[in-house]
């Protein structure tokens, strides 16, 4: 069982910058790929970065590639998302979550473990 928990959200104006933590409980952290999705107010859940177990590889949606960076500590059990150039439409709660892969989906479905959310918005 692995229990994830965000935190770093908040209101932002356009331009700034914020950066998401996510502490995973247990000791297989690095037995898992992490990523960060995000879901908008009347919106579907959508996959913003992707990291894999050893932090070689990362991946990213296309509207936030050169402005996010996604990393991760597994000493410290922790990933992080960097968010830069923040934009108005990147307002949405951010989720971790986990998957006992070895290579990144894209789909939500196939991620095992999830955290509460941290809110992000961003003001024009």
């Known amino acids: 069982q692995v229990q994830l928990v965000e935190s770093g959200g908040g209101l932002v104006q356009a331009g700034g910058s914020l950066r998401l933590s996510c502490v995973a409980s247990g000791r297989t952290f690095s037995d898992h790929v992490m990523a960060w999705f995000r879901q908008a107010p009347g919106e579907e859940r959508e996959f913003v970065a992707g990291?894999?177990?050893?932090?070689?590889?990362?991946f990213y949606e296309d509207s936030v590639t050169g402005r996010f960076t996604i990393s991760r500590d597994n000493a410290r059990n922790t990933v992080y998302l960097q968010m830069n150039s923040l934009k108005p439409e990147d307002t949405a709660v951010y989720y971790c979550?986990?998957?006992?892969?070895?290579?990144?989906?894209?789909?939500?479905?196939?991620?095992?473990?999830w955290g509460q959310g941290t809110q992000v918005t961003v003001s024009p």
């Open positions: 979550a986990a998957a006992r892969l070895f290579s990144v989906p894209r789909e939500g479905g196939k991620y095992d473990y």
């Open positions: 990291i894999s177990r050893g932090g070689g590889n990362t």
